[in-house]
Every structure is written in C-alpha cells, then in structure tokens.
C-alpha cells in the first residue's frame, strides 16, 4: 500500500478502532494505574520527520523492549510506536482506548505471545485484523525454557549459554499469523515467556523483526536487514561486557520477584535460588513464604529482589528481620526513553543491580 492511499484510509481505521472499543469494554479499562506521563510514549519530532521522508509500515510493539529492537531495525525509514509503557506490566494490564486506536492503525504489531501479553489474546483479531501480528515467542528455533513453579529451586547453578527444551515455532514471522492468538493461553504458558532479557536470543528477536518488515515493506528490505546486522554486534558486545561482570557471581544464591529472568540467569550461569511468586498477580501462599524465609535465615541466598511493577511490601515482610540485603530489578525499563538504546539501558541497569546486591556493593 503506498503511502497517500495510508493516509486516506487512516480514518477508516480510526472509525473501525471506535466501533470496537464499545464492543471490548471488557478489554479496555486498565488493571492497574497507569503512570504519569504514559501518553508521552510517541515518536520524537525527529522519528517523525524520518518517517514523513521514508515511510516505512506502520508499528505497534507490545513492550519497551520489543519496542527498542524494532526501533533500531527501522531506523532511517521510520519509527515504532510502543504499546504499553514501562510501568504497567503485560501479565495484567488493559487497553485505553486511544490504545485500540493505535492498534486498528497498525499494519504490524509486534508482540511476545499469549503468554506474556493475554490481554492481547481477544483483542487483536477484533482491533487488527488485517495487520500482520507477530508473536515473536513463535520464532522457530528459539531456546524455551520451561515456567519453573513459585518457592524453592534448590539453587542449582545454570550451564552458561545452554538451551533448554526448546518450541519449533509455529508460525512464519512473515506471514500473517492470524492462528497464534487463537491458541489457549494456558497452554502456551508452559513456557517461559521473559525471551528478551539473553542478548543473544534478542539478535534472533531483531532478525525476525527485520523479516516481517521487510515482508510488510519490500522496499526497506535491505535497510532492515543491515540495521539488524549492525544491531547483532552491538548486542554481541553487550553480551560481552555483562558475562564479564557476572563472572564473579555465579556461584551467589539470590531469590528473584517472580520467573522473570531464567534467560538472563541461564546465558550467564547465575545462580537463583527460587522465586517468590508464580505471577506477579498472584500472592504467595503462607507454605511457600515460610520455605523461602527459612532458607534466608539458613544463609543460603544472598539477596532477594523485587521488581517497580509491583509493590515491594511481600518482599519486606519476607525479609523483615533477616539481614539479607535486597534490591529491585526491572525486567521491563521502568522510566526509560523509549527507542534504539532503551535495550541496552535495560540491561546494562539489570547487570548493575544484580552485581552491587550480589558482590554486597
């Protein structure tokens, strides 16, 4: 589609945007408050002047980091727009309505799959349905690992770089995956959905972002592809630098938040001694928070973490009066400016957080 007959059927998109957000009340009130200044998640001038000068498609990404690889990939034809802000979490968050919007735009949406963002599920055959979506989960070939249950873990160190039991991928990121969010979300579960957070899984994640773009957009084909390239050695680089901070710190036994991070964990052999909650939206019983309480006062973890998404009140009663030292990780880049270094910033702050708890800094 060129670019004039985009923008003259941009407001018939907005009309259908409108016609749905009465239909899916259910899906558009917010499960939790979102944070000042969430709407100032758009495009700079400057991302907006490249795309008036080279127009690439139009798309949506799910969460920041999503979003930061797709912003590099397109640069120099154009610039992404991000879903959700960093505060509000995917497990349980809604659409506003000028989000829906945004969706009905879209002419790909780039997202992790229904295992991270289910609110999703419904809403995006109903708001995009012409879109090419892309549960960048189905990639084939990626290395999943499976969810690991809430409480102990037994503090088994990872093998540095090994894949786990792995998903074929189902889908042809280029291809309109029009069955991936037909598939039952409990299901698809089994798996943990936290791919992002391995550098070395997020130059697949780029690659495939540049594939269903250029597929959306053959004529920025090879630009994608270079900018992807270009971005593997950076993340290569990153990669570098994080393995040698955590060196150190293999052996230390943390508790993190909730199963956020076994990819994190796995590509650099940390060692997490269990997880506080199987999701974020849902609290732990009394049998695990007295397991994972006897192992802090037995000394065997180091450091438990809580995450900005959520209140950090359980950890503090899960702590309280143990002298282990504690500190927050962020899975998702709570305040960070949205685009091509936000990955980066995301996870060199991760490092940071992880090394000054671990090494007592």
Not at 136 to 147: N, Q
Not at 260 to 287: I, M
């Amino acid at each position: 589609m060129t670019a004039p007959s985009r923008l003259r059927t941009a407001p018939l998109r907005r009309a259908f945007a409108g016609a749905f957000i009465g239909a899916l009340g259910v899906f558009l009130a917010p499960a939790v408050p979102w944070p000042a200044g969430a709407e100032a998640q758009a495009p700079t001038r400057a991302q907006n002047l490249a795309q008036a000068e080279t127009p690439g498609p139009r798309v949506v990404a799910s969460i920041l980091p999503l979003h930061s690889l797709a912003a590099a990939v397109m640069q120099g034809r154009g610039a992404p727009a991000l879903l959700l802000p960093a505060g509000s979490s995917p497990h349980d968050a809604g659409l506003r309505p000028s989000q829906a919007a945004a969706l009905a735009d879209a002419e790909v949406v780039l997202w992790v799959g229904p295992a991270l963002e289910a609110f999703l599920v419904k809403a995006l055959p109903a708001l995009a349905p012409g879109a090419r979506r892309v549960a960048l989960m189905d990639l084939p070939g990626l290395p999943l690992r499976p969810v690991r249950p809430a409480g102990l873990w037994g503090g088994e160190p990872h093998d540095h770089g090994a894949d786990a039991e792995g998903g074929e991928g189902g889908h042809d990121v280029a291809g309109d995956v029009a069955g991936d969010v037909a598939r039952d979300v409990a299901g698809a579960s089994r798996f943990n959905p936290h791919i992002w957070l391995d550098p070395e899984i997020a130059k697949r994640l780029a690659g495939g972002i540049a594939e269903a773009l250029a597929a959306a957009d053959p004529a920025g084909a090879a630009l994608y592809r270079r900018n992807a390239a270009a971005l593997a050695r950076r993340l290569d680089a990153l990669d570098a630098r994080i393995a040698a901070r955590l060196a150190p710190l293999q052996a230390v036994p943390f508790i993190v938040f909730h199963d956020a991070y076994v990819y994190y964990e796995a590509r650099y052999g940390l060692t997490a001694w269990g997880g506080v909650t199987l999701a974020p939206n849902q609290p732990p019983g009394a049998r695990r928070l007295a397991a994972l309480r006897a192992a802090i006062r037995a000394d065997k973890v180091a450091c438990v973490f809580s995450e900005p998404q959520f209140r950090p009140a359980l950890v503090d009663t899960l702590v309280a009066e143990t002298g282990v030292r504690t500190a927050s990780l962020d899975p998702l880049g709570v305040g960070l400016t949205p685009g091509p270094e936000a990955y980066f910033r995301l996870l060199e702050n991760l490092t940071d957080s992880v090394v000054a708890c671990l090494s007592g800094g």
